[in-house]
């Protein structure tokens, strides 16, 4: 029973972060049309960022996570106007298009890592790393804890930010349909750029806590990538409250599946458990994709 | 007139030179003409769905590991069948594979057909990783068959079938047609009155078997695979990059993108040494054909045709058995 509470603890931590991300990534598709394969390259370098900045500068793992997102954030603004461009252009199929640009993007930021990094795999320290709490019969490490809070206060604020402000509002008008939001006045084009780059500064905010509580190398970015398929195939693609829920969910079974099963299972059960869902509601269970 | 004998001129001239290389090359350049040659007729087999139907399979290599382990499977110790036995059953079973996966997620449009098909060959490779049989993460060790030239002639073979019946099927009948048609506008395609769920089905059970014919003298030629060196996500990665680079939905594109890039590979392979740099450069393709190019190489040389139904491609048809169903 111990270890069923456990591992259910340890699974809503994990689906926590998970939901971080996945929701830039719902976000990022309601707005701008796009599946993007590079999401866990951006996860990837959030984590490698992380590195670099506890054994290059000495500081701890935490103080990487702002300047993830203002560096990732940067990042991908800039690359926001080619992915619209991209989407909105008049050769024939600008959909498969994008769909391939991103998919270049993630072999790029794979092969590029793979170049310059290695396979060797690298761990995020922080003041927390290897502490653990213990609640009754359950032991908790302190940084899945710690996480899980970023995760929440960095889930919340983009919450609020699309729910209380009035550019959330542009942003969820463009969602629902950009055609009426553009009429509306709102510039498109730079709210998609805006958005990806946002997307892309909490991907990689993630990256470093997935980073801190794991560990990372250049391969790994397939896994992230998956967890958010998974997340928009179960969700619904573009449907944002739905990824919460999902990753959550994410995060259990694939902490029972590796505890029960056994950890080479845990990629096995969650691809078969997407490609059941693709086919049996293809618009998410939820119902609510676009 | 004239434009055709040239053309027909050309390819008789390239066949000869292609039957005659191994009696030009040593032994080390005969593979790499070996490798040349199955990446051009893989990468035609992905640009069947992926040119003419507009359907991006992102899992393409579940199709060429299938070939490759059943041909293995059947080869090693308990079976030990002839080499030749193999590939009727491995297009059998990758047929039936492909009927079963492909009715089902061929009604997914867009970015939900890409991310099914990625699952699928992601399960088959954790699966296969997993499984005893397959020899697991260590893979299988096939009866080695030193003869360069045998394996250069079948990859010959194999890949001008590959595009002959490319040529006459989607370029020259009016099984082509419909494919483009639901290509180009699924709905309009449908109140034309073409079956789209069984042309969609015949394309990807074709473009799927020969992806698996290539696997399996693949497996035979290098005598050992492993999950990741037949089914690993950067083998689709490179089919689509050689036919994004070559010019999607065009005859030539992918044999000009799958040689380009074979030989960069071998390049790269000989003064690195090293495969990560490669892997650097194919993303970079992509974004860069994408941005700039997206109509690919071929597309620079197009010419404005008008699609025509010929003597062979309705033979072909016949053959393959392609667009009977729906034909009133």
Redesign the interface.
């Known amino acids: 029973m111990d270890l069923f509470l456990q591992t259910l603890l340890n699974g809503l931590l994990i689906g926590g972060v998970i939901a971080t991300f996945t929701i830039a990534f719902q976000l990022t598709f309601g707005v701008l049309h796009v599946i993007d394969f590079a999401v866990g390259g951006w996860v990837v370098l959030g984590g490698y960022l992380g590195y670099y900045i506890v054994a290059g500068l000495g500081l701890d793992g935490f103080v990487a996570i702002p300047v993830a997102f203002v560096l990732f954030g940067a990042i991908g603004y800039l690359i926001g106007p080619i992915l619209y461009n991209v989407r909105n252009s008049r050769t024939a199929r600008p959909e498969l298009m994008a769909l391939a640009l991103t998919f270049g993007l993630f072999t790029l930021l794979r092969g590029g890592m793979l170049t310059a990094w290695g396979f060797n795999t690298r761990t995020v320290a922080t003041a927390l790393s290897g502490e653990s709490l213990m609640v009754g019969p359950v032991t908790v490490p302190l940084i899945r804890v710690a996480a899980a809070l970023f995760a929440v206060m960095i889930a919340g604020g983009l919450f609020v930010f699309l729910y209380r402000t009035r550019y959330g509002l542009a942003i969820r008008a463009t969602a629902e349909n950009r055609h009426n939001a553009a009429l509306m006045g709102v510039n498109i084009r730079r709210l998609s750029a805006n958005v990806y780059g946002l997307y892309a500064g909490i991907t990689a905010m993630a990256g470093v806590l997935m980073g801190a509580i794991y560990s990372v190398n250049p391969e790994s970015g397939l896994r992230y990538t998956l967890f958010a398929f998974f997340v928009a195939v179960l969700a619904g693609l573009g449907s944002v409250g739905g990824a919460v829920v999902a990753a959550l969910l994410l995060g259990v079974v694939e902490a029972y599946v590796a505890t029960y099963v056994g950890s080479s299972y845990s990629l096995l059960a969650i691809f078969a458990t997407l490609f059941l869902v693709l086919l049996i509601s293809p618009r998410g269970i939820l119902r609510r994709g676009l | 007139m004239k434009a055709r004998w040239l053309d027909i001129l050309f390819l008789g001239a390239l066949l000869f030179v292609l039957v005659l290389l191994p009696l030009l090359v040593n032994n080390y350049w005969l593979r790499i003409a070996t490798g040349a040659l199955m990446w051009a007729g893989l990468a035609c087999s992905w640009n069947m769905l992926g040119g003419y139907a507009?359907y991006?399979n992102?899992g393409h290599s579940a199709f060429f590991g299938l070939g490759a382990y059943v041909t293995a499977l059947m080869m090693v110790d308990p079976l030990g069948l002839p080499f030749a036995a193999t590939i009727p059953a491995g297009i059998a079973v990758t047929a039936a594979c492909a009927v079963i996966i492909g009715a089902?997620?061929l009604?997914?449009r867009?970015?939900?057909f890409?991310?099914?098909t990625?699952?699928?060959a992601?399960?088959l490779i954790?699966?296969a990783?997993?499984m005893e049989f397959t020899g697991g993460i260590g893979g299988l060790s096939l009866p080695p068959f030193l003869n360069e030239r045998f394996f250069y002639f079948a990859m010959l073979m194999a890949a001008a079938l590959t595009y002959l019946v490319t040529w006459a099927l989607f370029e020259h009948s009016r099984f082509g047609l419909k494919v483009k048609a639901l290509r180009?506008h699924e709905p309009a395609a449908e109140a034309m009155g073409i079956n789209t769920s069984l042309v969609k089905l015949q394309t990807f059970v074709l473009s799927a078997v020969t992806a698996s014919v290539f696997g399996a003298i693949f497996a035979y030629w290098v005598t050992f695979i492993n999950p990741k060196s037949v089914f690993g996500?950067d083998i689709t990665?490179q089919m689509?990059?050689m036919v994004?680079l070559g010019g999607?939905g065009t005859l030539w594109g992918p044999a000009i993108g799958g040689v380009a890039l074979f030989v960069v590979n071998r390049l790269i392979w000989m003064y690195w040494g090293?495969t990560?740099?490669?892997?650097?450069?194919?993303?970079?393709?992509?974004?860069l054909?994408?941005?700039f190019l997206?109509?690919g190489i071929a597309g620079l040389f197009a010419k404005r045709g008008r699609g025509s139904v010929s003597v062979l491609g309705k033979a072909v048809e016949k053959l393959v058995g392609a667009g009977e169903g729906d034909r009133k």
């Open positions: 507009g991006i992102f089902p997620t009604r997914l867009g970015a939900y890409a991310i099914a990625w699952a699928f992601e399960v954790q699966f990783t997993v180009d996500g990665d689509v990059v994004l999607l090293d990560a740099f490669y892997i650097a450069i194919l993303g970079a393709a992509i974004v054909v994408v941005l997206p109509n």
